[in-house]
């Protein structure tokens, strides 16, 4: 395919919703060097000013999807695509809160799509979703789209399904052009540690104070691990090919490892020498393994993972290194504090 996909976004009004997150503020960086108008809305609840840069075509919104100014405010920009990030994140943080969850998944995406619905000029309506969620915990490997379960684990789950149900619904009954991205377990610079984040900037943070690193069952559970750059890139791409309209298609590296082998690399790599520790598994952790494919998104818009996790791992490292004192001003753990909750 061509890199059509990429000169399409000059001089394109854009929303990203969660742009001050991991993936968000990565997706605007992105679209900002691509000659995009970016306006991002953030509540900063989980995201930080800090992740985004300081440029003349980037209007940062402090605000809640959920909230009817705040959405009114962004539609008042008139954009040609929205990239719907925003989300109560993630499983632990759910099951701990489970009614705002909802507030920010549930009706922060239902709102989203009825002004898409009544502003009527929308190009893409482009939903993050979740791989870790849809795709039931005894499904054969590797996990394909049409693989789905109702059977739930944490609110984190269900409100990611039905952020799924709300695209087909209003594509189907009123035409708002939705594509679904299921993200796989993405890492990478922009994430910021603490109680309920991924493993990976947990594992850095730690390892980097020379803690030992904890593992919530045996090691041997795999994750589909997803550099955030790549994830960007399929992001894109989804808001271009009008063939993903309507579609929902894993973004993934279509690669396992093991937490134990992950947990050795970001020793190895930070030089940390504390080794690891084991502690119970949480109760609605049930996926022991989890690789999906990205047959679907390669066929339909030429996704393409890269393959080489040790150097995407460096970056992210490099990027702990450069953005150290921010990190652990911002980490919303206390330092040291190795037997916090372990995010997803």
């Known amino acids: ?16 919703t969660g742009g001050a997150g991991a993936v968000g503020s990565n997706l605007t960086k992105r679209l900002l060097e ?5 306006i991002v809305i953030d509540n900063l609840s989980s995201g930080y000013l800090w992740n985004l840069p300081n440029d003349s075509n980037l209007l940062f919104v402090k605000g809640d999807v959920a909230n009817d100014i705040d959405v009114k405010r962004i539609f008042n920009e008139e954009p040609e695509i929205i990239f719907h990030l925003a989300a109560f994140f993630a499983n632990q943080n759910s099951v701990d809160y489970p009614e705002r969850d909802l507030q920010t998944n549930g009706f922060g995406t239902l709102k989203l799509l009825e002004y898409s619905k009544i ?3 929308l190009q893409r309506f482009v939903y993050a979703s979740s791989g870790c969620s849809i795709y039931p915990s005894d499904a054969e490997m590797p996990y394909v789209e049409e693989l789905t379960t109702m059977y739930m684990t944490t609110p984190y789950q269900i409100t990611k399904m039905l952020g799924e149900l709300y695209c087909n619904y209003f594509i189907k009954v009123h035409n708002v052009p ?4 299921r993200f796989f377990n993405s890492f990478g610079p922009g994430e910021v540690p603490g109680q309920y984040r991924n493993v990976i900037p947990n594992f850095i943070y730690w390892a ?25 890139d399929g992001l894109i791409r989804m808001g271009f090919f009008e063939v993903a309209i309507g579609e929902e298609m894993n973004l993934a590296a279509g690669r396992e490892i093991k937490i134990s082998q992950l947990a050795e690399m970001v020793n190895e790599v930070t030089n940390n020498d504390s080794g690891i520790e084991f502690l119970p598994k949480r ?11 990205n047959k679907k998104a390669e066929r339909l818009i ?24 921010k990190i652990v001003d911002s980490a919303d753990f206390p330092p040291g504090t190795s037997s916090a909750v372990r995010g997803k």
């Open 1 to 16: 395919m061509s890199d059509e996909y990429l000169t399409s976004y000059k001089d394109k009004t854009v929303v990203v």
């Open 34 to 38: 691509l000659g995009a108008f970016v």
């Open 119 to 121: 502003y009527g000029r």
């Open 178 to 181: 939705t594509v679904k991205a």
């Open 208 to 232: 980097k104070q020379k803690q030992r690193l904890p593992i919530t069952g045996t090691g041997d559970e795999t994750r589909d691990f997803t550099y955030v750059g790549d994830i960007v």
């Open 283 to 293: 109760k609605w952790d049930t996926k022991s393994r989890m690789l999906a494919s």
């Open 302 to 325: 030429g996704f393409k993972a890269d393959p080489d996790f040790e150097k995407s791992l460096q970056l992210t490292v490099d990027w702990f290194d450069s953005n150290w004192d």
